[in-house]
């Protein structure tokens, strides 16, 4: 297989969640659908899978990972309408979490046979594009055993919280969902769930720690640089 490392990049801006999850869904499949087929043919006949990464942001809104428990959302659709937020039960791993303005959510569409072939490398990877967009803006951030994602005071864990959450789901090595990292987001909306399933930690944004709104753009261009050196991507076209 010979291997592409160009992705498509997309800003897909504010976008309802379930058209974003649409969207992902029709790229996913256009990529299987290559790769299948070319197994029928020969290696100089193949066509090269096709990468995307799109960056949004959703309007409110609260989603279940598979592996998730119903009762982590602490609203009923009552209440969910009077906080005018949509909930989903998906198709990625992880357990709930929540989307909203001025956080930036990305997905990146790839077929790892392009990349390596090794789903914990790959969060590995989202997760520390991460930590050197936090660094950029003056964040101390890693990982803490065991929990995925991003967090800050992951190392004394005094005040442990996390400032990215991810799931992502991949089929035939083609990924899905992603990574929902808080810039500006409304931490009180956390409030109505049990985050990612872990009772006894906070949530937190870059608005947070730093103590001031961020240039969500800035936060959006050094997240996409970072990924395009940590899986060595080739070109990043629009």
């Not at 929540?98 to 392009?114: A, C, M, R, S, T």
């Not at 936060?219 to 996409?224: G, T, Y």
């Amino acid at each position: 297989m010979i291997q592409n490392k160009n992705v498509i990049f997309q800003n897909l801006g504010l976008i309802d969640y379930q058209t974003a999850w649409d969207y992902q869904e029709k790229l996913h499949a256009e990529i299987v659908a290559i790769k299948l087929n070319n197994k029928h043919l020969e290696v100089d006949k193949q066509e090269l899978t096709p990468n995307y990464l799109l960056f949004c942001e959703h309007p409110h809104v609260y989603t279940l990972g598979k592996s998730g428990k119903p009762e982590h959302l602490l609203l009923d659709e009552n209440t969910l309408e009077q906080y005018e937020a949509k909930y989903y039960k998906i198709n990625r791993g992880g357990d709930i979490t929540y989307h909203g303005k001025g956080q930036l959510v990305g997905y990146p569409i790839f077929d790892l046979e392009n990349f390596f072939t090794d789903i914990h490398k790959y969060m590995r990877f989202l997760e520390e594009a991460v930590i050197r967009t936090c660094s950029d803006f003056g964040i101390d951030a890693g990982r803490i055993q065991g929990l995925t994602g991003v967090w800050v005071d992951h190392l004394e864990q005094k005040n442990p919280r996390k400032i990215c959450a991810m799931g992502v789901k991949a089929s035939r090595w083609v990924t899905m969902h992603g990574f929902a990292l808080n810039v500006n987001t409304d931490l009180n909306y956390f409030k109505h769930i049990v985050p990612c399933g872990i009772e006894d930690k906070a949530v937190t944004s870059i608005e947070q720690e730093l103590g001031k709104p961020q240039d969500f753009q800035a936060v959006s261009d050094r997240m996409a640089k970072h990924l395009k050196d940590i899986f060595e991507i080739e070109a990043m076209n629009s």
